[in-house]
């Protein structure tokens, strides 16, 4: 199913290259805005188009 109102767990790693744990880490500390959680087992949270800056901000620190 293609979304076009944010950007899958996976897709942010693939635009940053950063690991989904960084990505985990950042979700669960409040720090990525998340355009619709998660309703369970096999559905994907979709975060906001904007968490590619705040985790490529995160890495360059």
């Not at 293609?2 to 897709?11: D, F, P, S």
């Not at 950042?26 to 805005?33: A, E, H, I, S």
Request: hydrophobic content about 30%.
């Amino acid at each position: 199913m293609k979304n076009t109102k944010g950007l899958t767990r996976n897709e942010l790693v693939a635009k940053t290259g950063c690991p989904y744990y960084t990505i985990t880490y950042l979700m669960m500390t409040g720090k990525l805005p998340i355009s619709k959680n998660s309703k369970g087992r096999g559905i994907s949270t979709i975060y906001h188009p904007d968490s590619i800056q705040i985790i490529k901000d995160y890495l360059n620190r």
